[in-house]
């Protein structure tokens, strides 16, 4: 079955970076388009980046220039680099795949605070 489990996650003061990680198991990855979204309380899940097979890539106009997405097919991971990081950016941020239905990590949290 499919697994993603995604890590990386943390309390940075703004202006910090971090980098999540998402391994995927289960699935056929090199063809996937893999996801993040993130979730801010009292928020609806909202999507981050999206990365093609083919090595395209999306952003949310809110990550835009400061996060980049990219993944490494012979681990089967995905990564999402963080940098100048807001607090605002504060959200479980999730790792998503869409195959015969979605797929969804455990989340990891994000924080973002002096």
């Known amino acids: 079955q499919v697994q993603l489990v995604e890590s990386g996650g943390g309390l940075v003061q703004p202006g910090g970076s971090l980098r999540l990680s998402c391994a995927a198991s289960g699935m056929l990855f090199s063809v996937a388009t893999m996801d993040w979204y993130r979730q801010a309380p009292g928020k609806q899940r909202e999507f981050v980046a999206v990365a093609g097979s083919g090595g395209s890539t999306n952003y949310a106009n809110s990550v835009k220039g400061r996060f980049t997405i990219s993944r490494d097919n012979a681990k089967n991971t995905v990564y999402l680099q963080m940098n100048s990081l807001k607090p605002e950016d504060t959200a479980v941020y999730y790792c998503?795949?869409?195959?015969?239905?979605?797929?969804w990590g455990q989340g990891t949290q994000v924080t973002v605070s002096s």
């Open positions: 998503h795949f869409f195959g015969s239905r979605d797929y």
